[in-house]
């Protein structure tokens, strides 16, 4: 199981919120590019970033930091989400030599452009599906709609996906735990790969995502928990490693 660390753009800034609510923002570095670097360094093999503003204005606002981060950093796989809405934008990212493109709202709003986005870009699409009591959130998680996370990963698993991001976003940035129960029942319903998003805190959520890995859960995603040190990146990839090696 990969551990994936967070960097979330706003304004040009490496920050965290809280349940996704932008009111609620804590800058963690002006320089998002120095940021990939320490995360490097300290074990990555994927960085997750996301355009914040890109998620609410619906198109890519932070587009520069993005390139800047995929080209000084080439051996160190990118997944970008946040505004992305149409193949131009995938194109782009992908040109620009980003490892994969998360679709998040487009695809709940407009789920045939996954299936054409895996046809023109094969292996470099992943869905992002972020929920609220199992229900699907979009628009920067402002909308919540009536439709079960659940049905959707299965809507998506003919499609050709590299994975789904699933997040709690009841718990994101709130460093309360991650909802292991949702996560495992996401890893269920699909023959998909999940990566687990949203309230990780400490070493103990790793090792109970790893308790529930063979499910299908392929990597977690952890953003304020390395930021504020109440997780250290490499012990977490390191334990992943060995319990991976224990199973075979």
Known sequence: MLIIPAIDLKDGQCVRLKQGLMEETTVFSEDPVTMASQWAQEGAR?????????????TPINRTVVNDISANYPGLPVQIGGGIRNLDTIESYVIAGVSWVIIGTAAV???????????????????????KDGLVATDGWAKV???????????FEQDGIESI????IARDGMMNGVNVEQTLGMA????????????????????????????????????????????????????SDEKTSSAR
Not at 48 to 56: I, R
Not at 145 to 155: G, H, M, Q, S
Not at 165 to 168: K, L, S
Not at 197 to 213: C, F
Request: charge should be negative; include cysteine; hydrophobic fraction near 45%.
């Open 188 to 239: 269920n319903a699909s023959t998909v790969p999940i990566i687990a998003s949203g309230g990780i805190t400490n070493i103990e959520d790793i090792e109970a995502l790893l308790e529930v890995a063979d499910a299908g859960i392929m990597g977690a995603i952890t953003g304020r928990a390395i930021y504020e040190g109440t997780l250290d990146l490499a012990q977490a990839q390191s334990l």
């Open 145 to 155: 709609t009536d439709i079960k996370a659940t049905e959707l990963a299965k809507r």
């Open 109 to 131: 709003e407009t789920p045939e452009m996954v299936a054409e986005a895996c046809k023109e870009f094969p292996g470099k699409i992943i869905v992002g599906l972020d929920a």
């Open 46 to 58: 994927r960085l997750h970033v996301v355009d914040l503003n890109g998620a609410f204005a619906g």
């Open 165 to 168: 991001i699933y997040t709690d």
